[in-house]
Nanobody, 123 residues
Framework: QVQLVESGGGWVQAGGSLRLSCAASGSTFSNYNMGWFRQAPGKEREFVAAINRNGDMRHYADSVLGRFTISRDNVKNTVYLQMISLKPEDTAVYYC????????????????WGKGTLVTVSS
């Protein structure tokens, strides 16, 4: 079992930056691939970023490539999402996810989800 708790969401002006954190507990963090998803009002949940167990493989949605960076610290049992040059269309609830298989992270069919943290970007 893995429990995930996101933090770091909030309000920011367009062009600003935020760093989201996801703290994991309950199992061996280094065994899990991790990812971030988001859901904007009136839209489906979408993939944002993924990172594999040892952190040597990363993938990003085209909409955030070059602006967002996913990273992990297997000592602190935490995954991060550094977001820069934020746009109003980045406004969404951001969810942390974990799974034992990397392909599951890419398609969102994961075993564990956090409860989300809200990011609001004003124009």
């Amino acid at each position: 079992q893995v429990q995930l708790v996101e933090s770091g969401g909030g309000w920011v002006q367009a062009g600003g930056s935020l760093r989201l954190s996801c703290a994991a507990s309950g199992s061996t963090f280094s065994n899990y691939n991790m990812g971030w998803f988001r859901q904007a009002p009136g839209k489906e949940r979408e993939f944002v970023a993924a990172i594999n167990r040892n952190g040597d493989m990363r993938h990003y949605a085209d909409s955030v490539l070059g602006r967002f960076t996913i990273s992990r610290d297997n000592v602190k049992n935490t995954v991060y999402l550094q977001m820069i040059s934020l746009k109003p269309e980045d406004t969404a609830v951001y969810y942390c996810a974990a799974d034992l298989t990397y392909p599951a992270i890419r398609v969102g069919k994961v075993d564990y989800w956090g409860k989300g943290t809200l990011v609001t970007v004003s124009s």
